[in-house]
C-alpha cells in the first residue's frame, strides 16, 4: 500500500517571502514522487518529480522540491512567493514497479499582497 | 505540448441517466486515468488502461466502467447516474511503464446529478 499525508489544508504566505508546502509519504520500495498544482476550475500542472538520485529537485516556476528519505518527506518550497502561485497544490507517490500514483488531499496555498 | 482534452467541462444529467465522459489525448500514450475530486479528499483513481482494450480498476471503481477502444481515446461510463457520482472528473495520461513518468491531465469535467 502506499499513501501521501499533506498535514495542513492551508498555508498562507506574504508575498516575497519563502514558500513550504509539506509532504510526507508511505510507501514500500523505492518512491517516485511529484508535485501538481491545480489552478482553479483547471486540470492538475505537473510540477516537479524524484525519481532517482539528487535529492534537491528543481522544476517550473522556480519551485523546488528535497527529496529526505530517513523523514520520508518530500515537501514543496520557493524562495520568494508570488500572488500567482496561489492555488491548490498535490502531492502525488507511485512505488517503482506500479502503474498507481496515490495523491495527498492537497494544500491550499494563499500568497498575499 | 502534450493535450488531454476532456469533452464537456461542465454536465448536468438525471439520476437514473447513462453518462459518457470522453477523454482524448494527442502524444500517442500508452497509459491513460480516470479519477474524481472531491473537497479534502483529493484525487481518487476510478480506473486505468494500459493499452487498447486493457483496464484495471483504482481505488473506487464500483459504479463506473470504462473503455478503450482506441489508443488515444478513454471513457468514462457511469451506467446510472447516481447524486453521489456528483464530482470533479479528471482524465489523465503517460506513457509506458511504472517508472517516473509524469501524468498529463485534462481540464476536468464537473458533473452534477440531479
Known amino acids: 500500500a502506499q499513501s501521501v499525508a499533506q498535514p495542513e489544508d492551508q498555508v498562507n504566505v506574504a508575498e516575497g517571502n519563502p514558500l513550504t508546502v509539506k509532504c510526507t509519504y508511505s510507501?514500500?520500495?523505492?518512491?517516485?514522487l511529484f508535485w501538481y498544482v491545480q489552478y482553479p476550475n483547471r486540470g492538475l500542472q505537473f510540477l516537479l518529480k524524484y525519481i532517482t538520485g539528487d535529492n534537491l529537485v528543481k522544476g517550473s516556476y522556480g519551485f523546488e522540491a528535497e527529496f529526505n528519505k530517513s523523514q520520508t518527506s518530500f515537501h514543496l518550497k520557493k524562495p520568494s512567493a508570488l500572488v500567482s502561485d496561489s492555488a491548490l497544490y498535490f502531492c502525488?507517490?507511485?512505488?517503482?514497479?506500479?502503474?498507481?500514483?496515490?495523491f495527498g488531499k492537497g494544500t491550499k496555498l494563499s500568497v498575499i499582497p | 505540448d502534450v493535450k488531454v482534452t476532456q469533452s464537456s467541462r461542465y454536465l448536468v444529467k438525471r439520476t437514473g441517466e447513462k453518462v459518457f465522459l470522453e477523454c482524448v489525448q494527442d502524444m500517442d500514450h500508452e497509459n491513460m486515468f480516470w479519477y474524481r475530486q472531491d473537497p479534502g479528499l483529493g484525487l481518487r483513481l476510478i480506473y486505468f488502461?494500459?493499452?487498447?482494450?486493457?483496464?484495471e480498476k483504482g481505488d473506487i471503481p464500483e459504479g463506473y466502467s470504462v473503455s478503450r477502444e482506441k489508443k488515444e481515446r478513454f471513457s468514462l461510463i457511469l451506467e446510472s447516474a447516481s447524486t453521489n457520482q456528483t464530482s470533479m472528473y479528471l482524465c489523465?495520461?503517460?506513457?509506458?511503464?511504472?517508472?517516473?513518468?509524469?501524468?498529463?491531465f485534462g481540464p476536468g469535467t464537473r458533473l452534477t446529478v440531479l
Open positions: 510507501v514500500s520500495g523505492n518512491p517516485y
Open positions: 502525488a507517490v507511485r512505488r517503482a514497479g506500479s502503474y498507481q500514483l496515490t
Open positions: 488502461s494500459y493499452d487498447v482494450k486493457m483496464k
Open positions: 489523465a495520461s503517460s506513457f509506458l511503464g511504472t517508472q517516473g513518468n509524469e501524468q498529463f
